[in-house]
């Protein structure tokens, strides 16, 4: 049986802000405006110039699920690299 990639070892673990879902995309959101409207723009512009479109889409319904800015933020930060 052959050993699974880095890359498979990332995909079944639970994404964390230390081990987000797609850690080469990075957006800094410190020194922003702390709106979480905001948040969702620049994380969806960032997924979809980087990663897909359908990541992106993916990103913006689950944000719009949350109940409140924290949510959005920790969504944010385990799916991507925040600064």
Known sequence: MSQPTNHEHHRDRQPTPEHPTHPQ?????????GNGYMIIGRVAA??????????ASAFTQAAFTCSSYDEVLRLAMTTINVS
Do not use: I, K
Request: charged share 40%.
């Open 25 to 33: 995309v990075h957006v800094r959101l410190t020194g922003t405006d």
């Open 46 to 55: 960032a997924l979809r110039r980087e990663v897909s479109d359908e990541e």
